[in-house]
């Protein structure tokens, strides 16, 4: 059995109509089968979708450093950098350079564990 965790992002822009925070979600996959999933109200309101998504593969990067712990208690060690996938080109740019210009100048630093 494949035991590569994968993870998969995804967010929606000021989707609260009550507070306009996005909403972010993520599941992982070990193999073939979701292991871990959630669906939650992001902590804070962001002002691009690109932030949005941004703060949900952080957010996914923080699970999956539990998860490779999980793993490895369990005798399963992760020893590769695990995938997160998300669907923004501008997101997945800026967590390759978080030293972005005007797109990244107003996210909390938090964010750039990714």
Same mark, same amino acid.
């Given at each position: 059995?494949?035991? &590569?965790?994968?993870?998969?992002? $995804?967010? =929606?822009?000021?989707? !609260?109509?009550? $507070?306009?925070?996005? @909403?972010?979600?993520? #599941?992982?996959?070990?193999?073939?089968?979701? #292991?871990?999933?959630?669906?939650?109200?992001?902590?804070? +309101?962001?002002? @691009? !979708?690109?932030?949005?998504?941004? +703060?949900?593969?952080?957010?996914?990067?923080?699970?999956? +450093?539990?998860?490779?712990?999980?793993? &490895? &208690?369990?005798?399963?060690?992760?020893? &590769?950098?695990?995938?997160?996938?998300? =669907?923004?080109?501008?997101?997945?740019?800026?967590?390759?350079?978080?030293?972005?210009?005007?797109?990244?100048? *107003?996210?909390? @630093?938090?964010? *750039?564990?990714?």
């Amino acid at each position: 059995m494949n035991f &590569e965790l994968i993870g998969h992002t $995804d967010s =929606d822009f000021a989707g !609260s109509i009550d $507070d306009m925070k996005s @909403t972010s979600g993520y #599941v992982f996959n070990l193999g073939s089968r979701p #292991v871990a999933w959630a669906s939650k109200k992001q902590p804070n +309101v962001t002002l @691009t !979708s690109t932030e949005a998504e941004y +703060v949900a593969a952080a957010i996914a990067a923080c699970q999956t +450093v539990w998860m490779r712990k999980v793993l &490895e &208690e369990l005798l399963h060690e992760q020893n &590769e950098a695990k995938q997160i996938f998300c =669907d923004n080109m501008f997101a997945i740019a800026l967590s390759k350079n978080h030293i972005f210009h005007k797109q990244s100048k *107003h996210i909390d @630093t938090r964010y *750039h564990f990714i």
